[in-house]
């Protein structure tokens, strides 16, 4: 089992930016592929970004992609989420998930954590 905790979340003002970071506890980190998703109040749980074990492979949802940049240190157990040029519609709770088979754009993801809001006023 792995658990899994974000940080980095809070508020700021459109066109900024925050990196937010999941610490996964255990020692098999570089074994899981690891995925950030978000979900804005009233809407679906969506997809974000996601690196594979070795950080060889990563993918981006459309609305993020040139803005966001996710990538890994195994050594420190951790995956990071660098947001830039923030958007008023990229307000949500955040969450990092581990998965063990793969890396995948859906939603079949093992383990989760417990989500950090981040809020961008226009």
């Known amino acids: 089992q792995v658990q899994l905790v974000e940080s980095g979340g809070g508020l700021v003002q459109a066109g900024g930016s925050l990196r937010l970071s999941c610490a996964a506890s255990?020692?098999?980190?570089?074994?899981?592929?690891m995925g950030w998703f978000r979900q804005a109040p009233g809407k679906e749980r969506e997809f974000v970004a996601a690196i594979s074990r070795s950080g060889g492979s990563i993918y981006y949802a459309d609305s993020v992609k040139g803005r966001f940049t996710i990538s890994r240190d195994n050594a420190k157990n951790t995956v990071y989420l660098q947001m830039n040029s923030l958007k008023p519609e990229d307000t949500a709770v955040y969450y990092c998930a581990a998965r063990t088979f793969g890396v995948t754009t859906r939603l079949e993801y093992d383990y989760w954590g417990q989500g950090t809001q981040v809020t961008v006023s226009s």
């Open positions: 255990g020692r098999t980190f570089s074994s899981y592929a």
